[in-house]
């Protein structure tokens, strides 16, 4: 199983970005899939969005409620965190998480 994240990147507040899971070893369509992130150091890793396994259901943490958008493409195997109105406190490491396995992560940093 593997998870290799991209799309992260340095943006102004209000800003968007988006990042892309591409997953790999796995049937992928059989699985929710999530992304968490770990802001600067000293904080500890937090989720912000989960997908079901076929895409019809989404959850997100508060905080990224109607700015950030969860999807995915199970023909593609890919997940996507589509993130707008980015503020500095979404700076952080964004990492793809599923069948208990992490990806490397893809830092997003939000500064003027």
């Known amino acids: 199983v593997q998870f290799v994240e991209s799309g992260g990147g340095l943006v102004q507040p209000g800003g968007s970005l988006r990042l892309s899971c591409a997953a790999s070893?796995?049937?992928?369509?059989?699985?929710?899939m999530n992304w968490h992130r770990q802001p600067p150091p000293g904080n500890e890793r937090e989720w912000v969005a989960?997908?079901?396994?076929?895409?019809?259901?989404?959850y997100y943490t508060d905080s990224v409620k109607g700015r950030f958008t969860i999807s995915r493409d199970n023909a593609k195997n890919m997940v996507y965190l589509e993130m707008t109105n980015l503020r500095p406190e979404d700076t952080a490491i964004y990492f793809c998480?599923?069948?208990?396995?992490w990806g490397q992560g893809t830092k997003v940093t939000v500064s003027s």
């Open positions: 989960s997908i079901t396994d076929s895409g019809s259901i989404t």
């Open positions: 998480y599923g069948r208990g396995t």
């Open positions: 070893g796995f049937t992928f369509s059989d699985y929710p």
